[in-house]
């Protein structure tokens, strides 16, 4: 079974659709993430969640806002997407928020044409 | 800006060769670090940890090293395989307990067979 699974895998949209990428952990782990890879490979993380709360949102456009229907999903949806929002999309997951490893997904590539 | 970065962007080694792949940090706050390995179309897959507490930690054919007086973090794998070929990030943990991981910019490892 996969541990951290996200859909879809490719993305290709238009500038201005809205968008979203579903994430779904079946660990039982308590916090999740969403990190953004550019093309250098450089990952940075825009959000985490913890127990349904929001406990970090780096600062990321208010355009993308993560939705937690239960601590097993966190989804990104994306609004009025932008060329520049063109990345691979990682959702994670760990058991407790701070100093413990995280399990990611396989990755979204969003084209943004 | 970030505080995690790599000394070597590319590293090229013979196959059965030992690799040593290396991250500069800045925050001595971090208490915990973590390397991981990205194989190409994949999310970022756990190789070993360390905590701060700690100067040297063996897995399987890698070890971690953890220089705080430098603040320095190593990742050495021995006998280098072609299976090893990925990208390699360093990450932190900054925050805590309410933390969460910042990465580095990246190694891309090559094995020659």
């Known amino acids: 079974d996969t541990a951290v699974s996200q859909t879809p895998k490719y993305l290709v949209t238009q500038m201005g659709n809205d968008k979203s990428i579903k994430c779904e952990q079946n660990l039982g782990h308590d916090t999740m993430y969403w990190y953004k890879q550019d093309s250098k490979k450089f990952l940075k993380i825009m959000f985490s969640?913890?127990?349904?709360?929001?406990?970090i949102n780096e600062t990321v456009p208010n355009r993308f806002s993560p939705k937690s229907p239960d601590k097993a999903h966190l989804n990104l949806h994306i609004n009025s997407l932008e060329l520049g929002d063109s990345a691979v999309y990682f959702c994670a997951s760990s058991q407790v928020q701070g100093a413990t490893e995280a399990f990611f997904g396989q990755g979204t590539r969003l084209t943004v044409v | 800006g970030e505080s995690v970065g790599l000394h070597l962007p590319t590293l090229s080694v013979q196959e059965g060769d030992n690799s040593i792949i290396n991250c500069a940090y800045s925050?001595?706050?971090?208490?915990?670090f973590i390397w991981y390995k990205q194989e190409s179309g994949k999310g970022p897959q756990f190789i070993i940890d360390?905590?701060?507490?700690?100067d040297k930690r063996q897995g399987q054919r890698v070890t971690v090293l953890l220089n705080k007086t430098v603040k320095h973090l190593s990742l050495q794998i021995a006998a280098t395989q072609p299976g090893d070929s990925a990208v390699y990030f360093c990450?932190?943990?900054?925050?805590?307990?309410?933390?969460?991981?910042?990465f580095g910019k990246g190694t891309k490892l090559s094995v020659k067979p």
């Open positions: 969640y913890n127990n349904k709360e929001l406990i």
């Open positions: 360390i905590r701060s507490n700690m």
């Open positions: 925050n001595s706050a971090s208490d915990y």
């Open positions: 990450a932190e943990n900054i925050g805590g307990s309410q933390g969460n991981l910042i």
